[in-house]
T-cell receptor
Framework: ETGVTQSPTHLIKTRGQQVTLRCSSQSGHNTVSWYQQALGQGPQFIFQYYREEENGRGNFPPRFSGLQFPNYSSELNVNALELDDSALYLC???????????????FGDGTRLSIL | GDSVTQMEGPVTLSEEAFLTINCTYTATGYPSLFWYVQYPGEGLQLLLKATKADDKGSNKGFEATYRKETTSFHLEKGSVQVSDSAVYFCALSDSHRVGNQFYFGTGTSLTVIP
């Protein structure tokens, strides 16, 4: 079974630019979530997609947006990049069957984004 | 709101020592609890989980018991190895939330020396 894959692995941008990160979910999973992990911190939930619609959002501004495609792959878009956006961005997929909270999230290795 | 508090690191142990990493949580519903491990340059890997009070999760010699009365989910291992050196994250998924977003602690770095 293919796990969660993310691209690119590293990215350098400057303030004000826009960036798109990509994720391919694990086979059989129907939700995809994005997390931001600052250096030395735990992952912070950005948002989750289910059936191509946003299905929960953390405390992140609207310049963080996403898409989920019919094949369950996903994109994270960040506009007007700021220095504080420098972090590891993790994609995670899971199988959500509604009402259950015991399904683990399966993580990719992340995209390291550096803002200069 | 939902949150997870982990014992601060870093933790340094000698090989074969006993490990405890404390984790407490706050949740408004009925959470499932998880421990994840992160090796350098990698994403998070599921280590173990427990879905209701008094459940014990275990994997690779690690154990954690879901204690509702103390809102805790402490990670333990009887004899650590050098290969256990990593960052450990406690996390919860709460039942009242739409979807299954996870809340993570700040992580505890473990270094095991030979």
């Amino acid at each position: 079974e293919t796990g969660v894959t993310q691209s690119p692995t590293h990215l350098i941008k400057t303030r004000g630019q826009q960036v798109t990160l990509r994720c391919s979910s694990q086979s059989g999973h129907n939700t995809v979530s994005w997390y931001q992990q600052a250096l030395g911190q735990g992952p912070q939930f950005i948002f989750q997609y289910y059936r191509e619609e946003e299905n929960g959002r953390g405390n992140f501004p609207p310049r963080f947006s996403g898409l989920q495609f019919p094949n369950y792959s996903s994109e994270l878009n960040v506009n007007a990049l700021e220095l504080d956006d420098s972090a590891l961005y993790l994609c995670a997929s899971s199988l959500w069957t509604g009402g259950r909270r015991d399904q683990p999230q399966h993580f990719g290795d992340g995209t390291r984004l550096s803002i200069l | 709101g939902d949150s997870v508090t982990q014992m601060e690191g870093p933790v340094t142990l000698s090989e074969e020592a006993f490990l405890t990493i404390n984790c407490t949580y706050t949740a408004t519903g009925y959470p499932s609890l998880f421990w994840y491990v992160q090796y350098p340059g990698e994403g998070l890997q599921l280590l173990l989980k427990a879905t209701k009070a008094d459940d014990k999760g275990s994997n690779k010699g690690f154990e954690a018991t879901y204690r509702k009365e103390t809102t805790s989910f402490h990670l333990e291992k009887g004899s650590v190895q050098v290969s256990d050196s990593a960052v450990y994250f406690c996390a919860l998924s709460d039942s009242h939330r739409v979807g299954n977003q996870f809340y993570f602690g700040t992580g505890t770095s473990l270094t095991v020396i030979p």
